[in-house]
């Protein structure tokens, strides 16, 4: 094979190399758009709407619940040495303790009053945590993307650069919090009814003008990149933290259809990452002098575990004890004023908060599990620099 056959063979591989870390990362939500369009025009807007929610719901499965559950399998490995041992500084033992420990000891007991009282009142005010926080998680994780894989591709942000765009991601947060107004309304959750907080029109459009603000502040910095450095954030990185910030956050409801998929496609942009971090980890421990196993065999054995782990807690866990003990209970009881699935709202709910808090310890600089994000051949540099373990969240 000549030279400028390899070079070809090489561009190839590498565009589609990028083809699908853009579709994994978000990208393929560009695709979907125009597939709900063309969905609504030959089915109709119900039966449409049916079908994608009847192939979400079941994706779930696969995708979203596998998601939470290997969050859990992440954070509790070696839980004992992470808390007590010395490789990690006190700072991130601290917060080791308060998500592993603290924040899901204080949800089982707020989800237990709820359940046990049958309180619609106690268990809205969880659910509604759950949607403020699943804000800040989205932009996390999509500041996360941009960062990350930059940096595996030798493009990194400054500490000021950084700044701006996480100001970007927090006040699309809270944009998307605070929109649309709400006077206050009857909403339902996993079978609980209950009544939303109050967001006047007022701190809506606050949130949308710090939103408009903060853009404005993210095209300067990229423009004043461009200017000195004559080079941009790569495309794959930068189109994944656009669609999660704009498409998923702040502008979710732009497609009705596309409300049902985004949470999968969510979904697959963690695992992607995931796949990254513990193949690289896998790899680094095939060789000597651990000579683990087969790369292939721990990814599988992770696979399933997080897929066994995920319907245990979305379908088994929740289900034998709605059947036991909320079906079989006596007319009296008042968890029966939370509906017929009150454990399954309080196991969802649950799951939810506490995979926000977990996510916010394990993709830290602190986690030295992170430099498994880099490049394979990188992993163990001796410089300084590269080194220095990446960060997928906002904490120093």
Request: with cysteine; charged share 15%.
């Amino acid at each position: 094979m000549t030279l400028p056959e390899r070079a070809s063979e090489s561009s190839s591989g590498s565009f589609w190399a990028n083809f699908i870390e853009l579709m994994l990362v978000g990208g393929a939500t560009l695709v979907l758009f125009p597939v709900a369009w063309l969905l609504r025009e030959r089915l109709g807007a119900d039966s449409s709407e049916l079908t994608v929610d009847y192939l979400a719901f079941h994706a779930a499965w696969m995708i979203n619940n596998p998601h939470f559950a290997v969050t859990y399998l992440l954070f509790y490995k070696d839980a004992r040495k992470r808390t007590f041992g010395g490789a990690l500084p006190p700072r991130q033992r601290a917060r080791y303790v308060v998500a592993g420990l603290l924040v899901p000891l204080g949800l089982l007991i707020w989800a237990s009053q709820a359940v046990a009282t049958g309180s619609a009142r106690s268990m809205g005010f969880m659910i509604q945590l759950m949607f403020l926080l699943v804000g800040w998680h989205y932009v996390k994780q999509g500041f996360g993307i941009l960062t990350v894989l930059s940096a595996r591709r030798g493009f990194r942000f400054s500490p000021w650069e950084r700044t701006v765009v996480l100001a970007h991601c927090f006040a699309a947060w809270a944009h998307a919090w605070a929109s649309p107004a709400d006077p206050g309304r009857e909403l339902q959750e996993t079978g609980v009814t209950y009544t939303s907080l109050a967001h006047p029109p007022g701190l809506e459009l606050a949130t949308q003008i710090a939103f408009g603000l903060s853009a404005l502040a993210l095209l300067f910095v990229l423009v004043r990149k461009w200017r000195n450095e004559r080079r941009l954030p790569p495309l794959v990185p930068l189109t994944g933290f656009l669609i999660t910030v704009w498409l998923w956050t702040v502008y979710s409801s732009l497609d009705r259809l596309m409300m049902y998929v985004i949470p999968a496609l969510h979904s697959i942009q963690y695992l992607y990452v995931v796949w990254l971090l513990k193949r690289n980890e896998a790899r680094a421990a095939e060789g000597p002098p651990l000579f683990g196993k087969p790369t292939g065999l721990r990814l599988g054995i992770l696979s399933v575990s997080a897929i066994a782990l995920g319907w245990l807690l979305f379908r088994g866990a929740p289900g034998f004890l709605d059947s036991t003990l909320v079906l079989s209970s006596t007319p009296g009881d008042r968890t029966r004023d939370l509906g017929a699935t009150p454990y399954l709202a309080a196991i969802f709910v649950f799951v939810n908060i506490h995979h926000y808090f977990m996510d916010n310890v394990i993709w830290r600089r602190e986690n030295p599990e992170t430099r498994y994000l880099r490049e394979p051949e990188m992993i163990k540099s001796p410089e300084p620099e590269a080194s220095a373990p990446l960060r997928m969240t906002t904490g120093a």
